[in-house]
C-alpha cells in the first residue's frame, strides 16, 4: 500500500493551518495508469491507498496547501516505488508550515498638537486576508481588530500571531469626545 500522510507545524499551525489539504496521487504499474486520484487530508493524518502490486510508482503531489507558507514533500519529487527496498514503508509526506510574523501600527501627528482631539486617543482597525489557494480568505485577528492608539502606548499597536503571507490594511478614525 501507499500511506500519505500530513503534517502540519510551525508557530501558526493551530491557529492557520485547519486546512483542508488536497493531494494527488498517480500510480502506474508495466506502464499502465492503475489510480489517479484526487483526495483531502485532515491535519496531521494519514490515508492509505492500495494494495498495489510490487513495482508499482506512484506520484503524489499536493495541489492545495491552505495558504502555508512552506509546502513540503518527502521524497522531495513525491515518488516512492512499491517495494523498493530502500523506502520500505512507501510513505509519501505532505509538510506544510504556519509561520507567524506581526505588525506595529504607529499614529503619526503633525500640525498643532496644542489643538483639541490632538492627543487622541485613536483607534486602528487591522483587517487581513490570507491568499489561500488562489483565493482570498479573511482571517481573525488574535486580540481583536481594534486597538487605542494614545499618548500612554507611545501612539503604538501591535498585532502579533498573524500569518506571515497575509495582506493586511489598517484603518483609522478619531474617539469622539463628548464635552
Same mark, same amino acid.
Given at each position: 500500500v501507499l500511506t500519505v500522510?500530513?503534517?502540519v507545524d510551525g508557530d501558526g499551525a493551530a491557529l492557520y493551518g485547519d486546512g483542508p489539504f488536497t493531494l494527488t496521487a498517480v500510480c502506474t504499474y508495466r506502464g499502465q495508469e492503475i489510480? $489517479?486520484?484526487l483526495f483531502e *487530508?485532515? !491535519? $496531521?493524518?494519514?490515508?492509505? *491507498?492500495? !494494495?498495489?502490486?510490487?513495482?508499482?510508482?506512484c506520484v503524489v503531489d499536493e495541489t492545495?496547501?491552505?495558504?502555508?507558507?512552506d509546502a513540503a514533500l518527502l521524497p522531495a519529487d513525491g515518488t516512492v516505488t512499491i517495494g523498493d527496498r530502500v523506502n520500505p514503508e512507501w510513505t509519501v509526506t505532505a509538510t506544510n508550515t504556519f509561520d507567524l510574523t506581526s505588525i506595529e501600527v504607529t499614529k503619526t501627528r503633525t500640525g498643532d498638537l496644542d489643538a483639541d482631539g490632538?492627543?487622541?486617543?485613536f483607534t486602528v482597525e487591522l483587517v487581513c486576508v490570507l491568499p489561500v489557494d488562489g483565493t482570498d480568505r479573511a482571517i481573525a485577528i488574535p486580540g481583536g481588530a481594534v486597538r487605542v492608539l494614545s499618548a500612554?502606548?507611545?501612539?503604538?499597536?501591535e498585532y502579533a500571531a498573524?500569518?506571515?503571507n497575509a495582506r493586511c490594511a489598517p484603518m483609522t478614525s478619531l474617539f469622539m469626545r463628548l464635552v
Open positions: 500522510e500530513k503534517i489510480v $489517479n486520484t *487530508l485532515e !491535519p $496531521n493524518s494519514r490515508r492509505t *491507498l492500495g !494494495p498495489y502490486p510490487m513495482t508499482t510508482s492545495h496547501t491552505a495558504g502555508a507558507t490632538a492627543d487622541g486617543a500612554d502606548g507611545g501612539y503604538v499597536a498573524l500569518p506571515v
